[in-house]
Protein backbone atom coordinates (compact mmCIF):
# COMPACT_ATOMS: atom_id res chain seq x y z
CA UNK A 1 0.00 0.00 0.00
CA UNK A 2 1.23 3.40 -0.45
CA UNK A 3 1.75 6.05 1.88
CA UNK A 4 -2.17 6.99 3.22
CA UNK A 5 -2.58 10.36 5.19
CA UNK A 6 -4.41 10.54 8.80
CA UNK A 7 -5.58 14.40 8.10
CA UNK A 8 -5.16 17.05 10.76
CA UNK A 9 -7.90 16.75 13.77
CA UNK A 10 -8.97 13.82 12.01
CA UNK A 11 -8.94 10.10 12.30
CA UNK A 12 -8.57 6.76 10.05
CA UNK A 13 -9.57 2.94 10.70
CA UNK A 14 -7.31 0.41 8.66
CA UNK A 15 -7.95 -3.08 9.31
CA UNK A 16 -4.50 -5.47 9.38
CA UNK A 17 -4.03 -9.00 9.42
CA UNK A 18 -2.03 -11.21 11.47
CA UNK A 19 1.45 -10.36 10.70
CA UNK A 20 1.13 -7.37 8.89
CA UNK A 21 3.20 -4.39 9.86
CA UNK A 22 1.80 -0.41 9.84
CA UNK A 23 4.47 2.14 9.58
CA UNK A 24 3.30 5.79 11.48
CA UNK A 25 5.16 8.67 10.05
CA UNK A 26 5.78 12.01 12.33
CA UNK A 27 5.87 13.52 9.03
CA UNK A 28 6.04 17.49 10.76
CA UNK A 29 7.30 16.08 14.12
CA UNK A 30 4.97 17.42 16.22
CA UNK A 31 2.08 15.50 15.87
CA UNK A 32 0.51 13.43 18.70
CA UNK A 33 -1.33 10.24 17.30
CA UNK A 34 -3.84 8.77 20.05
CA UNK A 35 -3.68 5.11 18.52
CA UNK A 36 -6.34 1.62 19.39
CA UNK A 37 -6.79 -1.07 17.73
CA UNK A 38 -9.71 -4.13 18.56
CA UNK A 39 -9.92 -7.11 17.25
CA UNK A 40 -11.95 -8.11 14.53
CA UNK A 41 -13.95 -11.08 16.05
CA UNK A 42 -14.44 -9.60 18.99
CA UNK A 43 -14.08 -5.82 19.58
CA UNK A 44 -14.81 -5.92 22.89
CA UNK A 45 -10.94 -7.58 23.20
CA UNK A 46 -8.79 -4.29 22.50
CA UNK A 47 -5.22 -2.30 22.83
CA UNK A 48 -5.37 -1.72 26.67
CA UNK A 49 -2.98 0.76 28.19
CA UNK A 50 -3.61 -0.70 31.83
CA UNK A 51 -2.60 -4.22 30.71
CA UNK A 52 0.04 -3.37 29.05
CA UNK A 53 1.60 -1.13 32.08
CA UNK A 54 1.15 -4.41 34.03
CA UNK A 55 2.80 -6.98 31.54
CA UNK A 56 5.79 -4.27 30.52
CA UNK A 57 6.10 -2.96 34.25
CA UNK A 58 7.08 0.30 32.83
CA UNK A 59 5.00 3.56 31.28
CA UNK A 60 6.01 3.35 27.71
CA UNK A 61 7.08 0.53 25.35
CA UNK A 62 10.02 0.26 23.29
CA UNK A 63 11.38 -1.59 20.30
CA UNK A 64 11.04 -5.12 20.88
CA UNK A 65 7.71 -4.97 23.20
CA UNK A 66 4.41 -6.39 22.91
CA UNK A 67 1.47 -3.91 23.54
CA UNK A 68 -1.49 -6.45 25.16
CA UNK A 69 -5.27 -6.54 25.35
CA UNK A 70 -7.69 -6.38 27.84
CA UNK A 71 -7.85 -10.07 27.77
CA UNK A 72 -3.56 -9.78 27.95
CA UNK A 73 -2.85 -11.14 24.82
CA UNK A 74 -0.48 -9.84 22.47
CA UNK A 75 -1.95 -7.12 19.81
CA UNK A 76 1.05 -5.79 18.76
CA UNK A 77 4.92 -5.44 18.54
CA UNK A 78 6.46 -2.66 18.30
CA UNK A 79 9.58 -3.16 15.63
CA UNK A 80 10.94 0.00 15.05
CA UNK A 81 11.08 3.47 16.38
CA UNK A 82 13.47 6.00 14.92
CA UNK A 83 11.81 8.60 17.66
CA UNK A 84 13.42 9.22 20.92
CA UNK A 85 10.99 6.60 22.23
CA UNK A 86 9.08 9.13 24.58
CA UNK A 87 5.00 8.29 24.06
CA UNK A 88 2.26 8.36 26.87
CA UNK A 89 -0.08 5.26 28.13
CA UNK A 90 -1.54 7.43 30.74
CA UNK A 91 -3.67 9.95 29.06
CA UNK A 92 -7.37 9.66 28.13
CA UNK A 93 -8.28 10.60 24.66
CA UNK A 94 -9.52 14.53 24.66
CA UNK A 95 -12.98 14.52 24.51
CA UNK A 96 -15.74 17.51 24.05
CA UNK A 97 -16.21 17.80 27.76
CA UNK A 98 -11.98 18.74 27.94
CA UNK A 99 -12.37 21.33 25.03
CA UNK A 100 -15.54 22.63 27.16
CA UNK A 101 -13.07 23.28 29.99
CA UNK A 102 -10.86 24.78 27.92
CA UNK A 103 -13.54 27.94 26.36
CA UNK A 104 -14.25 25.69 23.28
CA UNK A 105 -17.57 25.13 21.92
CA UNK A 106 -19.18 21.72 20.42
CA UNK A 107 -17.79 22.31 16.84
CA UNK A 108 -14.02 21.98 17.78
CA UNK A 109 -12.76 18.31 16.82
CA UNK A 110 -11.50 15.61 19.01
CA UNK A 111 -9.71 11.95 19.49
CA UNK A 112 -12.97 10.79 21.66
CA UNK A 113 -15.21 11.22 18.43
CA UNK A 114 -12.55 10.64 15.69
CA UNK A 115 -12.06 7.26 17.16
CA UNK A 116 -15.86 6.58 16.96
CA UNK A 117 -16.37 8.38 13.34
CA UNK A 118 -13.25 5.93 11.78
CA UNK A 119 -15.02 2.89 13.24
CA UNK A 120 -18.24 3.71 12.27
CA UNK A 121 -16.27 3.29 8.31
CA UNK A 122 -15.06 0.10 8.74
CA UNK A 123 -18.90 -0.95 10.43
CA UNK A 124 -17.75 -1.04 13.87
CA UNK A 125 -19.91 0.60 17.16
CA UNK A 126 -18.69 0.44 20.74
CA UNK A 127 -20.28 1.83 23.88
CA UNK A 128 -16.95 3.64 25.48
CA UNK A 129 -13.80 5.00 24.77
CA UNK A 130 -10.50 3.32 25.68
CA UNK A 131 -7.47 4.85 26.61
CA UNK A 132 -5.39 5.02 24.00
CA UNK A 133 -1.30 4.78 23.28
CA UNK A 134 -0.33 8.10 22.72
CA UNK A 135 2.48 8.18 20.15
CA UNK A 136 5.32 11.02 20.24
CA UNK A 137 3.06 12.34 22.98
CA UNK A 138 5.51 13.80 25.61
CA UNK A 139 4.02 13.52 29.05
CA UNK A 140 6.69 13.61 32.03
CA UNK A 141 6.46 12.24 35.45
CA UNK A 142 7.69 13.87 38.29
CA UNK A 143 8.94 12.22 41.43
CA UNK A 144 6.19 13.41 43.23
CA UNK A 145 3.65 12.08 41.11
CA UNK A 146 3.09 14.97 39.08
CA UNK A 147 2.57 15.00 35.27
CA UNK A 148 3.26 17.64 32.65
CA UNK A 149 1.59 18.12 29.31
CA UNK A 150 5.05 19.44 26.94
CA UNK A 151 5.79 19.48 23.26
CA UNK A 152 6.92 15.99 21.48
CA UNK A 153 10.58 15.30 21.48
CA UNK A 154 10.21 14.02 17.66
CA UNK A 155 11.41 15.16 15.13
CA UNK A 156 10.56 15.55 11.12
CA UNK A 157 10.23 11.94 9.57
CA UNK A 158 10.47 9.77 12.44
CA UNK A 159 8.38 6.85 12.44
CA UNK A 160 6.64 4.10 14.70
CA UNK A 161 6.71 0.11 12.89
CA UNK A 162 4.20 -2.13 14.85
CA UNK A 163 3.61 -5.71 13.53
CA UNK A 164 -0.11 -6.68 13.93
CA UNK A 165 -0.05 -10.18 16.06
CA UNK A 166 -3.79 -10.85 16.04
CA UNK A 167 -6.43 -9.39 12.89
CA UNK A 168 -7.49 -6.03 14.04
CA UNK A 169 -8.99 -2.69 13.13
CA UNK A 170 -6.43 0.32 14.11
CA UNK A 171 -7.40 3.69 14.56
CA UNK A 172 -4.78 6.38 14.55
CA UNK A 173 -6.24 10.17 15.33
CA UNK A 174 -4.15 13.10 14.47
CA UNK A 175 -5.05 14.62 17.91
CA UNK A 176 -6.75 18.39 17.64
CA UNK A 177 -4.85 19.66 20.26
CA UNK A 178 -4.59 23.39 20.15
CA UNK A 179 -4.65 24.99 23.31
CA UNK A 180 -1.85 23.37 25.00
CA UNK A 181 1.47 22.60 23.58
CA UNK A 182 0.78 18.74 22.90
CA UNK A 183 1.47 19.30 19.50
CA UNK A 184 4.32 21.52 19.45
CA UNK A 185 4.47 24.44 20.88
CA UNK A 186 2.86 26.57 18.22
CA UNK A 187 0.04 24.77 19.06
CA UNK A 188 -0.99 23.38 15.73
CA UNK A 189 -2.61 19.99 14.74
CA UNK A 190 -0.87 18.69 11.12
CA UNK A 191 -1.54 16.23 9.24
CA UNK A 192 0.76 12.42 9.30
CA UNK A 193 1.15 9.64 7.20
CA UNK A 194 0.93 5.76 7.37
CA UNK A 195 1.90 2.61 4.62
CA UNK A 196 0.77 -0.74 5.45
CA UNK A 197 3.51 -3.71 5.33
CA UNK A 198 1.20 -6.75 4.66
CA UNK A 199 2.96 -10.17 5.30
CA UNK A 200 0.32 -12.29 3.47
CA UNK A 201 1.62 -13.59 0.25
CA UNK A 202 -2.29 -14.05 -0.94
CA UNK A 203 -2.65 -9.92 -0.90
Known sequence: MAVQTIPACHGVAIELDVGSEIVVINTYGTQVLDTWA???S????YLSMEHTRSCLSRLSPRVGDSLFSNRRQSVLTMLEDTSPGIHDTLLCACNQ?????LGCDESHRNCESNLHEALSTVGIKISTTPAPLNLFMNVPVAADGAIDRRPPQSRPGDRVRLRADMHIVIVFSACPQDITPINGAECIPRDAHYEVISRNPAQ
Open 42 to 45: NPDE
Open 38 to 40: FRV
Open 97 to 101: EIYRE
